[in-house]
């Protein structure tokens, strides 16, 4: 297995996570619209964590409190071993212990997984987590990230209801969880959902409470894939915003957006998606053409920018922002320029961001399926035939793969048929609810769409009486009481492309 020197893995791996939390606590606009959170914004924070040494900060959990949780001791009464000692004798994982904050303990790990799960004596991969330990007994909340680790030891909504132990997963094939050389042929659900399984057989005999699995969007997604094919890996999942698609493009998602909010609303951003299309010259000089070959040009980055403007607004930002809208003709080119890139943000079709994303982008294309996004109506201005953001462009040096509709058709009948003890979290306006999972007949299983509700949408946005539901559902699963949080409390999802309000 290929080790990064040193205590550098450790840095490199919280580095994205932390540093997206130091930003989204560090930007803020006058107007209060939100604007895009592009990965670049994050390095001159990130590097002064990586040369300061500096910590997370505490998560606002877990301090001065006595949960009734212990480590894992001797049968004889011994005395407990310190579980940075047990998780070091796993075989496979290596464990750098990473200080913590009030009585939550935190550790960077990497975990040997095979390239292939059906070949486990061939080629290694090194997958990236972070744990955030509150006690051996604890629920430990598994939360599988779809793309890096952006959450690094921040606990998020199941965990903190719980006092939960989470393990955050990187995705393979992300971030530092990269096989070299990289086998594109390998990015499939059913391996990620291998690499969950291993996971959770190595780490159960340490963290013996009940393991409840989540993840946000792309991570929700991936969690009920891993419920898939490995159902009793976890006594239930709590999945946010996580969608299923059923096309490469999927049209079901132009008609959600068609309908989303107020027919004005939709007028003012379909006219600025014209105006900007008119006005491309002089917007297009503001941008660095060297910033976006991916893509094939600037011209090209600028129409898949452009083509995003109404599916993003209504993901990220919804009715309450519909008053920011520019209207046009009479908006300046500063103006026009501005609502775009703080609603979708032109590095969103960068060189950076389509890197970033690349493999998810492979994904997408193989198996996953991607929203459709409306031409049509711009079919007269458009004359690139660039990609939607959507869509994307692959990997460099990927295989172009056909898409194959089966996988997702099975883990629709999956949940609908054999799932149990699933809660899906969906947001009015966040376009991705167009491909809300379907419960069925789901044992125990639970959909909740909340009101107003975008890409940012969670338990604690639902009314009381909807909360109480699933709280007891949690409860029913795991044996443990769910603690009542103040909404403050909990943190808002750490997305990959979710702009700063």
């Known amino acids: 297995m290929k080790r990064m020197n040193g205590d ?23 107007a209060g619209g939100p604007e895009d959170a592009g990965h670049e914004r994050y390095d001159a924070i990130a590097q002064d964590i990586l040369e300061d040494g500096g910590e997370p900060g ?3 959990a877990g301090e001065g409190e006595d ?7 001797g049968e004889d009464g011994t005395a407990p071993e310190d579980i940075r000692t047990l998780l070091a004798r796993v075989p496979g994982l290596d464990v750098i212990d990473a200080g913590g904050a009030g009585s939550v303990r935190f550790f960077e790990l990497r975990y040997e997984q095979p390239v292939d799960q059906a070949e486990p004596g061939g080629a290694t991969f090194g997958q990236s987590m972070t744990l955030a330990f509150v006690a051996a007994d604890a629920p430990t909340v598994l939360m599988t990230e779809g793309y890096a680790n952006m959450w690094g030891f921040e606990r998020a909504e199941p965990a903190l209801l719980l006092d939960a132990n989470q393990l955050v997963v990187e995705h393979r094939f992300f971030g530092l969880s990269v096989p070299d050389p990289p086998d594109w042929t390998k990015l499939d659900i059913e391996q990620a959902a291998g690499d969950h399984h291993r996971i959770v057989e190595a780490l159960r005999p340490i963290l013996t409470g009940p393991w409840v699995s989540t993840g946000y969007s792309k991570g929700g997604m991936t969690a009920v894939y891993h419920r ?13 915003v996580a969608p299923i698609s059923f096309g490469a493009p999927d049209a079901r998602y132009l008609a959600f957006v068609d309908a989303a909010g107020e027919p004005d609303c939709r007028a003012r951003l379909a006219a ?17 053409p060297w910033r976006f070959t991916r893509l094939g040009g600037v011209e090209r980055a600028f129409e898949s920018v452009v083509l995003e403007v109404p599916f993003t607004f209504w993901q990220y930002a919804g009715t309450t922002y519909c008053g920011s809208v520019p ?14 890139d703080r609603f979708v943000g032109f590095d969103s079709a960068g060189d950076a961001d389509m890197d970033w994303f690349a493999p998810y982008y492979y994904q997408a294309r193989e198996q996953l399926g991607f929203p459709d996004v409306d031409r049509e109506s711009l079919a007269d201005l458009l004359r690139t035939g660039a990609p939607s953001l959507e869509e994307g462009v692959l990997p460099a040096g990927a295989p172009v793969p056909a898409y194959d509709p089966a996988p997702m058709a099975d883990i629709a009948r999956w949940v609908a048929e054999d799932g149990a003890r699933l809660i899906f979290v969906y947001g009015q306006w966040d376009p991705w609810t167009a491909g809300a999972f379907e419960t069925g007949a789901a044992v125990d299983s639970f959909r909740f769409v909340v009101a107003g509700g975008t890409h940012s949408s969670q338990l604690g946005d639902l009314p009381a009486a909807e909360q109480a539901v699933a709280h007891e559902a949690l409860e029913r699963w795991t044996g443990v009481h769910v603690r009542a949080l103040p909404k403050a409390s909990i943190p808002a999802p750490r997305l990959p ?5």
């Open 8 to 30: 550098r893995w450790l840095a490199s791996a919280v580095l994205l996570p932390l540093a997206i939390t130091l930003a989204i606590g560090a930007c803020s606009d006058d």
């Open 58 to 60: 505490d998560d606002g």
């Open 67 to 73: 949960g009734g949780f212990e480590e894992a001791g």
């Open 228 to 240: 898939r094919f490995h159902p009793d890996d976890v006594v239930g999942t709590v999945a946010y």
């Open 272 to 288: 600025v998606q014209r105006e900007a299309l008119l006005r491309g010259d002089a917007l297009r000089a503001r941008l660095d």
């Open 327 to 340: 209207v046009v003709p009479g908006a300046s080119d500063d103006a026009l320029f501005s609502f775009i």
């Open 497 to 501: 492309r979710h702009p700063v309000f």
